[in-house]
């Protein structure tokens, strides 16, 4: 479908490769024959990951929001806590790190200043270093001990969509890789994740498939001034990053929030002229999962008291979630480790359409750079 279509915008055209783009980060990493991860690339040897007492996390923007999914990828999978910070922020609060810890960065394109400064500095105190990077032979990949490249192919538009999604994928293979080290995940469980590994990519096809849907959710709300973006868990990563995408390409104020943190103070804010898009899917084989769901359900029906406007992403056959929202898109079921891979396709659609119909130039938003270079 990539290939065929002809896009009017760079953007439309690099959501559209995202099956391919995840094919290229996923499949070279997996040994069928062996039922496990392999990174060759990342040239830490097994007894110093298996020592591992915490993980740093650091990048900017939109990879900053892969990062956070990561955290939670980690923390279940291989039972190490993880922290996540602005590259912004890293180089500048003297971190406390060191030996026996490793940070990771994450940058599309390799040169991020605030990115690599971080990386220098995590050095000097001793840590090892991991880059995730979208650009081979960049600066943070040539500093790093080791790295994951994505394989997303060049990413032209500012925005960064397919780019995202790899890194996320590269994040999971990592948790996964160090998951079996660690001896946390069954040769069961890896065998398990990485069939659903491998059937994202079609699954995003699927996603794809049903563009015009979100395009007809664009035309209804192109003009509104305001959103704000709810997940849980490792979906808040995914409300904030739907959230940038709009505010990226459309200049529209939208913030993403943790569900559980709107009656905090963001309650006051919502009536129906703030439309609430919401990521209320399930993994039904996960326990934790419905438990989050419920309190979604009961979020959702305390918003709709509210008179709130309920753009909602559940789960294909949830039939609770569409009775409560306004407007509902179908995601395929998937673990919910990696559904933030699927949750963000339509999110993006979401803020390229909004965009184009405010005749905005989507690839070269105002005041933005691919790479801020400088610090
Ligand atoms: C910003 C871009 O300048 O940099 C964002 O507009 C991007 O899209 C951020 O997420 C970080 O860039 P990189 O290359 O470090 O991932």
């Known amino acids: ?33 062996e039922g496990r991860v392999q990174l060759d690339e990342i040239h830490i040897s097994r007894e110093e990951l298996r020592a591992l007492r915490r993980i740093n996390i650091v990048a900017s923007g939109t990879s900053r929001h892969a990062g956070m999914t990561g955290q939670y990828m980690m923390q279940e999978l291989a039972g190490v806590p993880v922290d996540v910070d602005y590259a912004s ?26 990115t690599t400064a971080s990386q220098r500095e995590a050095r000097q105190k001793g840590s090892r270093t991991i880059a995730i990077s979208n650009v081979e032979g960049s600066t943070i990949a040539r500093e790093a ?53 491998l059937a994202l990519p079609k699954k995003t096809e699927t996603i794809l498939a049903a563009s015009d849907q979100v395009e007809k959710l664009a035309e209804l709300y192109y003009r509104v001034d305001d959103f704000m973006f709810l997940g849980r868990a490792i979906h808040y990563p995914i409300a904030m990053d739907g959230a940038l995408k709009l505010k990226e390409v459309s200049y529209i104020h939208a913030e993403g929030y943790p ?66 929202a306004n407007h509902t898109i179908f995601i395929p079921a998937a673990p919910e480790l990696l559904s933030p891979i699927l949750e963000i396709v339509p999110l993006q659609l979401f803020a390229y359409y909004v965009a184009a119909k405010r005749g905005l130039d989507v690839d070269h938003p105002r005041n933005l750079v691919k790479a801020v270079t400088l610090e």
């Open 89 to 114: 922020e890293f180089e500048y609060r003297n971190p406390v790190i060191g030996r026996g810890e490793l940070s990771i960065f994450i940058t599309q394109s390799g040169e991020t200043a605030d």
């Open 1 to 33: 479908m990539a290939e065929t279509r002809k896009f009017p915008h760079h953007l439309i055209r690099e959501i559209f490769e995202q099956p391919d783009a995840l094919r290229r980060a996923i499949e070279p990493r997996i040994s069928l024959a």
């Open 259 to 324: 569900t559980g943190e709107a009656k905090h103070g963001p309650n006051a804010l919502i009536d129906f002229r703030l439309p609430l898009v919401m990521i209320a899917t399930c993994d039904r084989n996960d326990a934790g999962s419905v438990v989050r769901y419920d309190q979604n359900v009961s979020n959702m029906e305390g918003f709709k008291k509210q008179g709130a406007t309920l753009i909602a992403l559940a789960t294909e056959g949830d039939t609770i979630v569409p009775q409560l």
């Open 145 to 197: 001990d080791g790295f994951i490249y994505t394989h997303a192919g060049p990413e032209i538009s500012i925005a960064s969509t397919k780019a995202f999604t790899a890194q996320m994928a590269c994040l999971f293979l990592f948790a996964l890789y160090l998951g079996e080290i660690k001896e946390k995940v069954s040769k069961a469980l890896a065998q398990s994740y990485i069939g659903e590994l």
